[in-house]
């Protein structure tokens, strides 16, 4: 919070260690996501009370498997007016769903079943529910541990399974003339899992100042002849700057550092980041029920930790909103200084849907790890088939012979 007008800037370094700890400690939870009526890890169907609640497939519904009733959870976005007032933010907001990952709690999380009192695991390092085998009765870690498994918010599976599989057997066999024949003979659809991904979905309030210099084309001509003949031109050089206001709605930020931090000499680029956008404006109230028969990816970075990878991305955006004004500098601009300040920004936990499906290319230095990733929202489906050596270099040589017989062609024609 900033200090009341008027009053000097408080400097914490002087302060007394509880009085400066308080101030230096991040700003407190601003929205409360928690839903303490779920919080004994039970989820009852509101009609007949039975807990066997799945997804409705393909819908944002949940549905009793008991009595086969249907509803609808509540979009975060209305619930806790997230869209709303972006250009207004101010300081850190941090949904409790968000807030810093506690080292020492626990990502086995023990249930006792209401149903028959005995105890029910779940490993929150890759599930949010599990049944309890003695009475069958479904829990769901619905409590908001600080552990980073439990986001504040869902958007849940729309592809299905089958539909995931074709897509994926469809960007293979576009492919098949490069794919790996062992590829093609080993893909095991069973091999398709689902898996919700943890980001962060930031708002943010930002200005951003940029300077450099822009040149505009004033005159072109030629000076000597024949063999010395040098085009020249003339440009007039004009010192720029420019100031930018801005918002950005529900930026994601990948929150799980093994996703974000791909080893590219074992593992292909980072694919996820291709089948982006997510409609996480659609995203419901986090309910453990949706990701019964689904995985999960613990999150591993806490706010403080993805701020500097939020600031590179609200510059690039600055950048962009900049280029409109500058387009006649036609012999183009130089920036040279960039400043940005962030006013505000709000942060909010969400698990995004993706269908993944890995392949193992054994090799030198234990292979490559190829993925495709299917969006499980907008079924957008991309990925990295492994391909023979021989295949590439032939088609390389192939289309490299081609393009230089069309540049010698043209080559020929002008001289
Ligand atoms: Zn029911
Ligand atoms: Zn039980």
Redesign the pocket.
Known sequence: MPPPPGSPPIDPTHLPEPLRKEIEAPDPVAIDTSAPELADGVNRCPKCGATDIVQKPGTDQLMCRYCRNQWTAARVEDEFGLGENIDQLQGTVIASGASDIKADVATMMSFK??????E?TVNTENAMTAR??????V?GVNEQVPNGAVPDAVLPFHIKKDDAIARIRQFVGKRHFFALSAFKEQFSPENVLGVYLPYMIVDANASADVAGHGEIKTREYSEGSGDNKKTLYDADVYALVRHVDFTVDDLPLESSGARGNLDTRTNTNNIINTILPFDTKNAVKWNASYLSGFSSEKRDRNVEQLRPHLEDELLSIARSRVVDSVARFDRGVRWEQEGLEVHGSRWVAMYLPVWLYSYHQPGPNGGMLHYIAVNGRTGETMGSVPVEMWKLLLAAFTIGTFLEFIAFGILGHTS
């Open positions: 079943c209401s149903g028959c009192g005995a029910v309890c085998h003695w009475c069958r009765h829990l």
